[in-house]
């Protein structure tokens, strides 16, 4: 059975949707890490391994990188999140 597949948005590699780290959300709300990938609204995914997530952490920190995916006042703490979901692989 073939899985489905999904881009990182860091890299832009694509990978089977469960090797990748989903953020659930919707433009506008909250962004939340969704490691088991059942939470409802649209997903941002990212690799698990590779850096992504913390050049994707760094990225959303700033205005600029927030306002890519709408994230508005939320984004620093989904920053923190994903830092803190990193250091824990590590
Ligand atoms: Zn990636």
Redesign the pocket.
Known sequence: MEGTRRT?V????VAEKGRLLRIAGRPGSTWVPDPAGRLPGRGIY??RE?G?IGRFAARIRTRKGGARWKMGDGSGELADLLSAMRSDEA
């Open positions: 990182c860091q890299c832009g590699a990212l690799c590779g992504c």
